[in-house]
């Protein structure tokens, strides 16, 4: 099949690099339906033109900062309450000896997570600041942040809705921030909705925050979270809402999609998970809106077919850790790297270890940082492969002293 013998006119369209609008994207969602094969056929294409054979990852350990939060979405499965037993208050010697270890293990992003403004609701988030030296969560992220920098590990904070003020300090450190969007349909906020009782995930406050992050040229990664009760049609105003948003500011460097899988101990257990069919539909639109995005999916998530995805247009699989589980989906563990990388192959895409800011997005950030990144970056942007590959280099990298 080559360009312009597509059946749909729209997607010959795409394909011509011309722009489509609103009803062009749910018209290619409904022929779909049907037939997906020419949807997937163009956001592969446009895959390919814009991302080569290449997919990424990133080496990561997951730090649970603080998982109270004064939140409830009802699918959420990482929020704990201080009597529960996953509760985790990471002290300042925890974080240091898992920071330790990730290096040991050639990670290169720090992860930090933390509930939504834990100290707000918490006596015991207060009580664990005030024991840990801080005034606030984000206070903690700095220092943490900073400790992560020393040690040659890239810290990329996602602490639900941070102030103007409080993302701007932690740009100083983190070389890329992260906040899902979710999704901008207001009813999903309603009574009965998945986001009812969280009030930080009110679209207006999560575009605010994306629209703060891109006045602050902090590289950031958001995305949406499909199958929790939402119409193709609110799927599809959140993507063009990122869109929107990446060509006001050019900051949003990748999305994420993520299938909704229900938690056992949640509001919304007895939902079923994203039909996978519909979710590869939601990824090849992506594509075809945003042909140059980066476009992820949790490979821990499609633990039996990740691999599919790979032919209707994501090219990165996210932070994929050796050490920490993924505290946000405990029950799915991540695969082995090694696996990932031997299913790339054989769909014919290279693995490439990347470091959490992609390298089209170098220069958003400071010198200092790019002097880090720059020990053990190659001349693509990537992480060296005898870094996160070779186990025998460790001590010479663990040596280097990065100023
Ligand atoms: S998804 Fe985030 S905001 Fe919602 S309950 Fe979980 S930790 Fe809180």
């Given at each position: 099949m080559t360009n312009l013998v597509?059946?749909?006119?729209?997607?010959?369209?795409?394909?011509?690099n011309k722009s489509i609008n609103r009803e062009d994207i749910i018209d290619i969602y409904e022929k779909s339906i049907k037939n997906s094969n020419e949807l997937f056929f163009t956001a592969q294409k446009l895959r390919i033109k814009n991302k080569k054979n290449t997919v990424t990852f990133s080496k990561k350990a997951f730090f649970n900062i603080i998982n109270l939060c004064k939140d409830t979405c009802s699918y959420c499965t990482y929020k704990s309450e201080p009597e529960e037993e996953k509760i985790s208050l990471m002290s300042k010697k925890q974080i240091k000896e898992l920071l330790q270890l990730a290096k040991k293990y050639t990670c290169v992003e720090a992860l930090f997570v933390t509930g939504e403004q834990p100290e707000k609701k918490y006596s015991e988030a207060r009580n664990w600041l005030k024991e840990n030296g801080f005034k606030s969560t984000v206070e903690y992220l700095i220092h943490s942040s900073e400790e992560a920098l020393e040690l040659g590990l890239f810290p990329h904070t996602n602490a639900g809705n941070l102030n103007y003020d409080e993302m701007k300090e932690l740009k100083k450190t983190n070389v890329s921030m992260g906040i899902m969007l979710e999704n901008v349909s207001e009813r999903l906020t309603?009574?009965?909705?998945?986001?009812?009782?969280?009030?930080?995930?009110?679209?207006?406050?999560?575009?605010?925050i994306l629209e703060n992050s891109g006045k602050l040229g902090i590289p950031m990664t958001t995305g949406i979270l499909v199958g929790i009760g939402e119409t193709i049609e609110e799927i599809i105003d959140s993507i063009l809402a990122i869109k929107e948003l990446h060509k006001k500011y050019g900051n949003i460097q990748e999305v994420i999609l993520q299938n909704f899988q229900p938690k056992p101990d949640t509001i919304m257990k007895d939902s079923p998970s994203a039909n996978e069919e519909y979710f590869k539909k939601i990824v090849a639109l992506s594509r075809i809106v945003m042909p140059e995005m980066n476009i992820q999916i949790p490979p821990n998530l499609s633990p039996r077919s990740y691999q599919s995805f790979l032919e209707v247009g994501i090219n990165d699989w996210g932070g994929i850790s050796p050490l920490t589980p993924d505290f946000v989906n405990p029950e799915f563990s991540w695969p082995e790297i090694s696996k990932v990388e031997d299913y790339s192959k054989k769909a014919g895409f290279d693995l490439k270890c990347r470091f959490p800011i992609y390298p089209e997005f170098f220069s958003f950030i400071s010198k200092k940082l790019r002097d880090k990144i720059a020990v053990i970056q190659n001349e693509d942007g990537y992480v060296k492969e005898e870094y996160w590959k070779w186990q025998s280099t460790l001590t010479h990298y663990l040596e280097m002293q990065i100023q």
């Open positions: 597509l059946k749909s006119e729209i997607l010959n369209s795409v394909l011509e309603k009574k009965g909705m998945p986001h009812y009782l969280a009030a930080s995930k009110k679209p207006q406050t999560r575009l605010k």
